[in-house]
């Protein structure tokens, strides 16, 4: 494990269910993010939690509803999802104005919307 | 906001043979450049990085170096090994108001032939 644990590895979800995805870090980081990761595009930053508190939503569908209750647990709430949506769903974590600066990401979520 | 062009999209060699990949990004205020490493089915792994005080960094095989004139890095990789093989991401970290965050190229697959 690299401190960044994602659950569930794996998703298959009706495109009327609801379901949550979580990342848990142990580093003492006190930034973390989620990215969407699909087969032909970057990784694309969805949104950016700083000390606890949303600094970034971006231009992300009402569908997926982050959640950061603690500088430890991130989560991602889903819910009337597209196909389109099946993607791999990283968490990373970083300390947000020290050095290191880079991220610590999770094994990620491999989400299927049928 | 932060703009990162990363080429080669693919890239195959011979083992043995050096790999090449180059960034630019588009924020001059950057000071902070990674580069990630993903295996077929695993997390993104930081592999090097280098701050924008510094122009070159080596790690035994793996070396970056960074021109903030022109807003370019590199990787490069000597005397690859079939293990070498994935897809690697550059990122540039600025300051995105009121966090920092970072933004990634397009990735980079590397293939290395035995």
């Known amino acids: 494990e690299t401190g960044v644990t994602q659950t569930p590895r794996h998703l298959v979800m009706g495109m009327t269910n609801k379901k949550s995805l979580k990342c848990e870090q142990h580093?003492?980081?006190?930034?973390m993010y989620w990215y969407k990761q699909s087969a032909k595009k970057p990784l694309e930053l969805m949104f950016v939690?700083?000390?606890?508190?949303?600094?970034e939503n971006n231009s992300v569908p009402s569908r997926f509803s982050p959640e950061c209750p603690n500088s430890s647990h991130l989560f991602l709430h889903l819910h009337t999802l597209q196909p389109e949506d099946s993607a791999l769903y990283l968490c990373a974590s970083s300390h947000d104005r020290e050095v290191p600066y880079g991220y610590t990401f999770g094994s990620g979520t491999r989400l299927t919307v049928v | 906001g932060e703009n990162v062009e990363q080429h080669p999209s693919t890239l195959s060699v011979q083992e043995g043979d050096s790999a090449v990949i180059k960034c630019t990004y588009s924020d001059s205020a950057s000071n902070y450049f990674p580069w990630y490493k993903q295996e077929l089915g695993k997390r993104p792994q930081l592999i090097i990085d280098?701050?924008?005080?510094?122009g070159e960094k080596k790690d035994q095989r793996i070396a970056v170096t960074l021109n903030k004139t022109a807003k370019h890095f590199s990787l490069h990789i000597t005397e690859t090994q079939p293990e070498d093989s994935a897809v690697y991401f550059c990122a540039a970290r600025y300051s995105g108001g009121s966090n920092y965050k970072l933004t990634f190229g397009k990735g980079t697959l590397l293939t290395v032939n035995p």
């Open positions: 280098i701050r924008s005080n510094v």
């Open positions: 580093l003492g980081h006190n930034a």
């Open positions: 939690y700083s000390l606890e508190e949303r600094v």
